[in-house]
Structures are given as structure tokens and as C-alpha cells.
């Protein structure tokens, strides 16, 4: 099916853990981006990409890595991960504007 | 810091009567654009309105821009329970596609 696809849905972890979320996209989008949703606060950009090879900081980057090697693809990496950072969060493509909105993940870490 | 405010933060209505929903936002704007999200689920894009359009209609969404107030309006009419949702503004600003999102209202709709 084509689409927005995150995994995974549900993690739990242990501070000081290396945790790695996917995201993959189906139409070839140029732009991808990370969000997290925290009670509150809504949704605060962390990392975009308008191309494969091209990343730029959000309103939150600290504590996270992106990398874009092909289009489709658009990892998040905790490189140490801390309560602060439990939440749920969402990948999003664009072409054109609007945004498409992947199912999220729900992290928890410990 | 978030571009966009919601107002209200929470919003409970009966099912048929219309339901109003506010953004406010910080900075010139390309583009305003409205999401739902269902619980537990992503967002789905309901209607975009660029910052040259005042109003917007999509079945029973209309859609208010005011960029001299930086302001703009939802409006859901004859409301279902299906509406129950949370629903975000998104602001894009003009040379790139980065969406910056309010903190959303919580509609429910009462049976």
C-alpha cells in the first residue's frame, strides 16, 4: 500500500539507550520531517529533510540524529536516550504543501 | 516557541450544532492549514488557505483568514460524533515547506 509507514509503533527503553525510529514513504515526497507530541505542547518540529541528503534542525534537535540517504527513507536516532524524551512521535512527508502524517510512534524510556 | 494558539483548548458541543475553532499565529504566513487527529492516530489534513484567501468552504468545514490578525477560524457545521477529534492549525511560511503546528483544541461532539 502506498504511504506513510513508521516502526516501530511502540518502544520502550532505558535511558542511556541508542533508540532508532523508521519512517518510509511511498511517493518519492522531497520533503520528510519528525515531529513529537507531548500533552500540552503539541506538535514541535525536531528534524526536516527537503531532500535525500539534506537535513536542518527543528524547534527541538538536541539529543537527536537524522540521516536521509535515499528519498524514501527518513530515520530518527536517540543517540542516548533520556525521560525527557518519552513521547509520541510522527513523520510527516510533503509535496506540494500539505502533509502527509505517518501513525506514530509511542516511546517510553525508562 | 509554537506558531500557532488554539482557542479554546477543549470544546463540547451536541451532536448537530456547529462547532467554531481558533488559531493565532506569530508571523506572515504563505499558507494556514487545518489537521484532525483522531485518538491515538496521525493527523489528516482537512483544508489549506493561502494568506491571498479570506474564506474557504470544504463540505462542512469553512475556513476564515484574517492576516491582518494573524488569525484564522474552523468551522465545523451540523456536527456528528465523528468530528470527536483534536484538531490542529499549521502555518508554512513562504521559501519552504515546514509545517509549524498549534497546541490544538479537543472537540467532542455529545450523542
Known amino acids: 500500500d502506498a504511504g506513510i509507514t513508521q516502526s516501530p509503533r511502540y518502544k520502550i527503553t532505558e535511558t542511556g539507550r541508542q533508540v532508532t525510529l523508521m519512517c518510509h514513504q511511498t511517493?518519492?515526497?522531497?520533503?520528510m520531517f519528525w515531529y513529537r507530541q507531548d500533552l500540552g505542547h503539541g506538535l514541535r518540529l525536531i528534524y526536516y529533510s527537503a531532500a535525500a541528503d539534506i537535513t536542518d534542525k527543528g524547534e527541538v534537535p538536541d539529543g537527536y540524529v537524522v540521516s536521509r540517504s535515499k528519498t524514501e527513507n527518513f530515520p530518527l536516532t536517540l543517540e542516548s536516550a533520556t525521560r525527557s524524551q518519552t513521547s509520541v512521535y510522527f513523520c510527516a512527508s510533503s509535496e506540494g504543501i500539505r502533509g502527509f502524517f505517518g501513525p506514530g510512534t509511542r516511546l517510553t524510556v525508562l | 516557541s509554537q506558531q500557532g494558539e488554539e482557542d479554546p483548548q477543549a470544546l463540547s458541543i451536541q451532536e448537530g450544532e456547529n462547532a467554531t475553532m481558533n488559531c493565532s499565529y506569530k508571523?506572515?504566513?504563505?499558507?494556514l492549514q487545518w489537521y484532525r487527529q483522531n485518538s491515538g492516530r496521525g493527523l489528516v489534513h482537512l483544508i489549506l488557505?493561502?494568506?491571498?484567501?479570506r474564506e474557504k468552504h470544504s463540505g462542512r468545514l469553512r475556513v476564515t483568514l484574517d492576516t491582518s490578525k494573524k488569525s484564522s477560524s474552523l468551522l465545523i457545521t451540523a456536527s456528528r460524533a465523528a468530528d470527536t477529534a483534536s484538531y490542529f492549525c499549521a502555518t508554512a511560511n513562504f521559501g519552504n515547506e515546514k509545517l509549524t503546528f498549534g497546541t490544538g483544541t479537543r472537540l467532542t461532539i455529545i450523542p
Open positions: 511517493w518519492s515526497h522531497s520533503y
Open positions: 508571523t506572515s504566513i504563505n499558507n
Open positions: 488557505i493561502r494568506s491571498n484567501e
